[in-house]
């Protein structure tokens, strides 16, 4: 795959070295260490921010909408307290409204920057005055996927007030999440009905009547590729394959894909399973580790064998996560009410999409003039919703 830097190369400074543009795809060594160390102190982990997925994904930014990786330093000589991908955008939906939003791949499930704990106010301040002063930028930051109430919503809220303005939440949804303090085999007994765990154990018992089944876990050490190869088979023969949506449906996406594994492997992050028949994989599933949570990123089952429904039996499986000391909680990245994941994992995870304005006059004028429209649009689309239950028109 051929890629073409979406940066300037010469990391040019601004605001001299508290803010950078780096290019991703040509780091230099400390950079890179850098962005390794922020990684392993931020106050919220995202994997989808951490070098080894982030920089295999930056070469697909539009150079033409200002699309910047930005790294936020506590001065000039300081470390590095925050980076985040973020891009010029000239819709709002389907309002002709450019705004500055964070980037995401569409295979990110969260839009969290990488912020050094305990720096997070200063962070979302040094980076709004910076857009403030780009000339490019214009309206509004909006930020996609943000933990409800977690440090980085907090802090974006604390900080936008002390502008004079708000940190808007005109998107809300809730996904399925696993914390508990429960044994795998409590947590199993107490999410699904007795009756349907009766059925689980029927399809297990039958399943295992077709041949040898096992479940498989990769290990630190081995070859990788073989993995990554039977999860792409395995789901460009269900549904997304058939519509053309899977992983290997499209070059690029592959390797991307086939990078990001890699690239979690190397750095420590990857769990992947498998649940086997007679050697061949009815169910996989790939989480990555990001102490103190974890993240399950994708997950593919064969059609064939949907009657034994192998992807439930590898999720039992996979509960074995609450024993792992260094996980506290993982972050499902499922659709809302996903009807599987939402089955088995009984706890959820609310994020919020943000806007927060930018500072001169005529920013805060359309800012508020999009808050007022959205209100409107909002009471129209849905007159009985409760108040913390916003959609957005994009």
Same mark, same amino acid.
């Given at each position: 795959?051929? +890629? ?14 508290? +803010?950078?543009?780096? $290019? ?34 930056? @070469?697909?930014?539009?150079?033409? *909408? @200002?699309? !910047? ?30 705004? +500055? ?59 936008a007030r002390v502008r004079g303005g708000e940190a808007e939440i005109v998107h809300r949804e809730e996904r399925a999440l696993l914390a508990s303090d429960l044994s795998p085999a409590e947590y199993w007994?107490?999410? +699904? !009905? ?5 059925? @689980?154990?029927?399809?297990?018992? !039958? ?34 394959? *058939? ?8 070059? $690029? ?42 993240? =399950? ?34 972050? =499902? ?16 995870r609310a994020l919020v999409w943000v806007n927060t304005a930018l500072s001169s006059p005529a920013d805060r004028l359309r800012f508020a003039m999009l808050a007022r429209i959205e209100r409107l649009w ?17």
């Amino acid at each position: 795959m051929t +890629v073409h830097p979406a940066f300037p190369a010469d990391a040019t400074p601004a605001d001299p070295l508290t +803010v950078r543009i780096v $290019d991703p795809l040509a780091l230099s060594p400390e950079l890179a260490a850098a962005w390794d160390r922020l990684a392993a102190e931020a106050s919220e982990p995202n994997p989808f921010a951490e070098r080894w997925c982030l920089q295999s994904a930056l @070469h697909l930014l539009d150079p033409e *909408r @200002h699309a !910047r990786l930005v790294m936020v330093r506590d001065g000039s000589d300081g470390p590095v307290i925050g980076i985040m991908p973020i891009a010029a955008a000239p819709h709002y939906g389907r309002l002709p409204l450019r705004h +500055v939003t964070g980037w995401a791949h569409p295979n990110h499930f969260l839009g969290l920057p990488l912020v050094r704990a305990g720096f997070e106010r200063l962070f979302w301040s040094i980076l709004l005055g910076w857009c403030d002063a780009a000339p490019w930028a214009r309206t509004l930051l909006h930020v996609p996927r943000l933990t409800e109430d977690g440090p980085l919503h907090r802090a974006l809220v604390d900080v936008a007030r002390v502008r004079g303005g708000e940190a808007e939440i005109v998107h809300r949804e809730e996904r399925a999440l696993l914390a508990s303090d429960l044994s795998p085999a409590e947590y199993w007994d107490t999410a +699904v !009905r007795a009756k349907k765990r009766k059925e @689980h154990r029927r399809q297990a018992n !039958r399943l295992a009547e077709q041949g040898a089944m096992r479940f498989r876990r990769w290990r630190a050490g081995a070859a990788i590729e073989p993995w990554i190869d039977s999860f792409l088979d395995l789901e460009a023969r269900g549904w997304k394959g *058939r519509a053309g949506s899977a992983l290997a449906s499209h070059g $690029d996406t592959e390797a991307w894909f086939r990078a990001i594994i890699a690239g979690a492997a190397e750095a420590g992050r990857l769990d992947m399973r498998a649940l086997d028949l007679d050697e061949r994989p009815l169910a996989m599933l790939i989480n990555f580790r990001t102490p103190p949570g974890g993240f =399950s990123f994708k997950t593919a089952f064969d059609e064939e064998y949907a009657r034994f429904s192998p992807g439930v039996l590898l999720q039992q499986e996979n509960l074995d996560l609450l024993d792992d000391p260094a996980i506290a909680w993982v972050d =499902s990245c499922a659709a809302p009410g996903h009807p599987m994941i939402d089955s088995v994992w009984r706890e959820r995870r609310a994020l919020v999409w943000v806007n927060t304005a930018l500072s001169s006059p005529a920013d805060r004028l359309r800012f508020a003039m999009l808050a007022r429209i959205e209100r409107l649009w909002r009471r129209w689309k849905a007159p009985t919703a409760v108040e913390n239950e916003v959609e957005s028109p994009t």
